[in-house]
């Protein structure tokens, strides 16, 4: 529709380009025209049909118009009004539009904790962990909330930093040493 609108009124501005170019004789034979032409329309169908271009196109020039030329226009201040209810009528009784329901938000809580507490489980393992905990969710869905918690994919997720390495290294590190002191060895044997 916008595409159409646009097309629309480029043709009119080039139109009117053209006007700009044309002597006055030349306009006031071609309103005369237009004029007559008008009138032979509004003999044969005193109520035209007009789409929506066509409204938001007479409706624009309608303001540009002076008061006593409006009156005779098919577009008047009633007709404008006329249109608006319509759209608003037809905006309020349109059904509303389908799809899921939003998720819950204990389910989307729980998504964020079980990807930052394993860091190695993509969509589809988090998607069967929940399978298996009584909560259907597509991958494609546990993706979408990880998006929205900023958590990046798993294999984003999995990178180890030192100091987490060396975190978890550090009970075994001191068991080790622990263990050389207890037996006598001054240096750890590898």
Known sequence: MAVRMFYLMFVRMTGWLALLARS???KNAELLMLRHEVAVLRRQNPKPRLGW?????LAALARLLPGPLRAGRPVTPGTLLRWHR???RWRWTYPPKGGR????????????QMAREKPRWGYKRIQGELLGLGYRVGASTVRRILKRLRIPP????DRTTWRQFLCGQAATMLARVLLCRVRGDLAPSA
């Open 24 to 26: 006055s004789a030349a």
């Open 53 to 57: 271009a066509d409204r938001a196109v």
């Open 86 to 88: 319509r759209l608003v």
């Open 101 to 112: 329901p939003c998720m819950d938000a204990k389910v989307a809580a729980l998504i964020g």
């Open 154 to 157: 798993a294999p984003q997720r």
